[in-house]
């Protein structure tokens, strides 16, 4: 048997491993197994059908004429006024006390942030009401929570960027004070990256999932529609991070048996070359010739 054959049987074993494991996981974990294939579907429907439907031309006048009724400049002169008040009272105040002054700026400050949270509360109001006329399914909606989904999962990859700059910096330093292996490094490094992709991503999934059901109960949709279309958004985002994540421990793993076979290659070459003749290569193994004159 030469060596692409043992490897052929190798890939086999591991290829049919994975497999049973699989199906044993999925037998077990029938919930998960089933928000996985749905959200997949639903991934698939998204990019063969679209973002949503489109609006007619009736929605779309309502939509914008409510929103256009939306006083944004009455909102920003509220949150100054705010601000300056905060920063006033914050001068005035002591380390742990407020005296008669300082309350004086205080009841400013509490008086400025009620009228902004009510002009808020109105502008949230009309904009929910023109959410209600494009509705949930709409491309308005869809294109909402999507956009919700793409913020959330790039602050999940920044972070786990940020946090693997980090590692590598303090890593190196103490392989450096260890005396360890570039090889040795690099794989401690490769398991830290792959953790913190998974910390992100994982975090950013339960993020956006906790703040799916604002976005839609913004829309005024009934019950069993809001409850449909969560299912729907939690599983295909619960199904596209745990494929991008399957897909970076597949390269990493992909990557980490190419620089072993890569390294074995190497080492029955070495070995060929350095025997002086008193060695062999048999089927990945090194053989020394056990024919060898009495002085050696």
């Not at 639903?42 to 063969?48: D, F, K």
Request: charged content about 20%; overall charge positive; glycine content about 8%.
């Amino acid at each position: 048997m030469n060596n692409n054959q043992a490897d052929s049987i190798v890939v086999s074993n591991v290829s049919s491993a994975i497999v049973t494991a699989a199906k044993s996981f999925a037998k077990r974990h029938k919930v998960i197994t089933f928000s996985y294939v749905y959200g997949m579907s639903i991934l698939c429907a998204i990019v063969l059908i679209g973002s949503g439907t489109k609006l007619t031309f009736d929605q779309q006048r309502q939509y914008n004429q409510i929103m256009n009724s939306i006083d944004l400049q009455a909102e920003y002169t509220a949150a100054s006024k705010y601000h300056t008040s905060y920063a006033n009272y914050y001068q005035s105040k002591g380390w742990f006390s407020c005296d008669a002054h300082c309350q004086h700026y205080k009841s400013i400050m509490d008086r400025r942030k009620s009228e902004w949270e009510e002009i808020k509360a109105e502008g949230n109001a009309r904009m929910s009401d023109a959410k209600s006329v494009a509705g949930l399914f709409s491309e308005v909606g869809v294109t909402e929570v999507k956009d919700s989904f793409w913020d959330y999962f790039n602050s999940g990859k920044q972070f786990a960027k940020r946090q693997s700059w980090w590692d590598a910096l303090f890593m190196g330093m103490r392989s450096m004070s260890r005396d360890e292996s570039f090889i040795e490094y690099g794989l401690k490094m490769l398991m830290q990256v792959l953790i913190n992709f998974s910390m992100g991503l994982i975090m950013a999934l339960f993020i956006f999932i906790f703040g799916l059901w604002g976005i839609i109960s913004s829309y005024q949709a009934n019950p069993l529609t809001a409850l449909f279309f969560f299912v729907s958004a939690a599983s295909a985002a619960f199904a596209f991070v745990s494929t991008y994540l399957f897909a970076i421990y597949g390269a990493a793993a992909g990557g980490v048996v190419g620089v072993v076979k890569m390294a074995e290659s190497n080492m029955r070459i070495e070995a060929a070359r350095g025997g002086g003749g008193g060695a062999r290569v048999r089927n990945g193994y090194v053989e020394r010739n056990r024919n060898r004159p009495h002085y050696q």
